[in-house]
């Protein structure tokens, strides 16, 4: 899966981020039947976390086992989500 990752590079290598910036990225290990896109969705995923962070973002990267595209596996990921960007605890 392509995933605009060349305009994504370009977006990110000529932003400006603030101090502070906080960014949460998750995908799930079954968002695709197709062969081999876990290991394309992570290697993206991971792309950009690397060029975040050169950028001085703190990032939080995180795979659901078993997660698919949808509301009830995101619903599983609020807590961890919400610590990681405001710092509270959130049940």
Partial sequence: MRLCMPELR???ANATIH????VYLSWGEKES?????LGEYTANAL?????????GAAV?????P???????CW?????????????GKYE
């Fill in 10 to 12: 370009q977006e990110i």
């Fill in 19 to 22: 101090p502070g910036t906080r």
């Fill in 33 to 37: 039947d197709k062969p081999g896109a």
């Fill in 47 to 55: 792309e950009v976390c690397r060029a975040l962070l050169g950028k």
């Fill in 60 to 64: 939080d990267p995180y795979m659901q």
């Fill in 66 to 72: 078993d997660g698919t595209h949808c509301e009830a």
């Fill in 75 to 87: 619903a599983k990921q609020v807590p961890a989500c919400m610590d990681f960007l405001f710092g």
